[in-house]
């Protein structure tokens, strides 16, 4: 959504205000542009985006907000405040830049190249996305970067050709093989919907999610394991690996029963069983969602992290401690369902919670947790919120 704004009515208003006031302190000036993308949370789904698969994620009501300004010099600065380097370039390129560069000035030279153009800019990034906690920061920056570009270009891109620019730039730049969920997410999501993405055909629809009773809890387990260097891409080769040797192009024409009698060696088989089943458990999960039927929903999460942890191995103990406790407490207390999110080997749980009862659940989780393993979780509630926004500014606006 493009639009302009004053202070008083930006979306995501706490960030959005973070960096224009620290783009103001910076560069002396007030910004002239402001793009704002949110992270998500997926719901059910995981390790599935990959594989032509069902997702079933939220943006959240965390983002990453970018305020930028026009300079004469020709030279580009973007400082992040979650970064000690700041981004110098004349040409946008990613090369002798650091590593957090390439989720900003990706998307940029993909921009560039589908024929925006633009001149050099000032920038200030704000984010509360949580970093390296499966929340999506990644793709939230990549999404407020483009959005950016669109912004000051003056153009609109469509959605599905956006998401797949960012999902591009974090396989060219980035180096990382995902699907599109993370970007299609950030860029199309609605406030008060969950996205039932379909990663085969690459079309979603919005399906309500209804918060009056119940609401979603994220626990951060405060964990990342170096283990998690280099899996994903390892789990994404297994994957093809054993879709290879069904003699299928896809994992939406393969039934369960076809994969537990097929004979691949046990890693191969957990893998593909898991994403197999998984495909199932969305689908499920989705009709569950639209009746409102929370126990059911609660169940396909269990399973979810289940199959993650024991078929397709992207769990740690952090997050089966996690899982656990909140299992332990059950819908009788409050939790229908726990599960990891995002890419695995630490990060964060999603808990399906009765709203009246998360206080409760929250406060138990965080003295749990912390006497099992001797770190401090970070526990909060998210919404169901919209996706990405760029605006002009109202410079005559000083709040």
Not at 204 to 233: E, K, M
Request: net charge negative; proline share 4%; with cysteine.
């Amino acid at each position: 959504m493009l639009s302009s704004a004053t202070g008083a009515n930006l979306p995501f208003p706490e960030i959005a205000q973070q960096a224009i006031s620290a783009y103001r302190q910076r560069f002396g000036d007030s910004p002239h542009w402001i793009s704002i993308a949110p992270g998500r949370v997926n719901l059910i789904g995981e390790h599935v985006d990959y594989n032509d698969g069902l997702v079933l994620p939220i943006a959240i009501d965390r983002a990453t907000a970018i305020a930028a300004g026009p300079v004469m010099d020709g030279t580009c600065r973007i400082e992040s405040l979650d970064a000690t380097e700041q981004i110098r370039t004349t040409d946008f390129s990613c090369h002798q830049q650091p590593a957090w560069a390439a989720y900003m000035l990706g998307p940029l030279l993909l921009c560039r190249k589908q024929g925006l153009q633009f001149k050099a800019f000032s920038a200030v990034i704000a984010s509360d996305v949580p970093r390296g906690a499966g929340l999506s920061s990644s793709a939230a920056l990549e999404v407020a970067s483009a959005t950016l570009a669109e912004l000051i270009c003056g153009v609109h891109l469509d959605s599905l050709e956006k998401a797949r620019l960012c999902q591009r730039a974090e396989h060219e730049f980035a180096g990382v093989p995902c699907g599109i969920m993370d970007q299609a997410t950030s860029v199309a999501a609605r406030a008060g919907n969950a996205l039932l993405l379909d990663c085969q055909s690459e079309t979603w629809q919005n399906i309500p999610f209804g918060q009056q009773d119940v609401c979603l809890l994220i626990a951060n387990t405060n964990v990342r394991h170096s283990l998690s260097d280099g899996q994903y891409a390892a789990r994404r080769e297994e994957c093809e690996q054993a879709l290879e040797y069904l003699g299928k192009s896809s994992y939406r024409d393969i039934d369960l029963s076809v994969v537990e009698a097929s004979g691949l060696e046990t890693r191969l088989l957990q893998r593909a069983r898991h994403v197999v089943s998984e495909i199932v458990r969305t689908r499920q999960a989705a009709v569950a969602l639209q009746s409102g039927d929370w126990y059911r929903f609660g169940k396909l999460m269990n399973e979810s992290h289940r199959s993650l942890a024991d078929d397709y191995q992207v769990s740690c103990t952090e997050l089966d401690t996690m899982a656990k406790i909140h299992w332990d407490l059950g819908p009788s207390r409050g939790v229908f369902g726990c599960r990891m999110t995002g890419g695995g080997f630490g990060g964060c749980t999603v808990s399906l919670v009765q709203a009246e009862a998360a206080t409760t659940v929250a406060d138990h989780v965080q003295q749990t947790y912390q006497m099992a393993t001797g770190i401090e979780p970070e526990i909060f509630i998210v919404s169901p919120s919209d996706g990405a926004h760029g605006m002009h500014l109202d410079r005559s606006q000083k709040s």
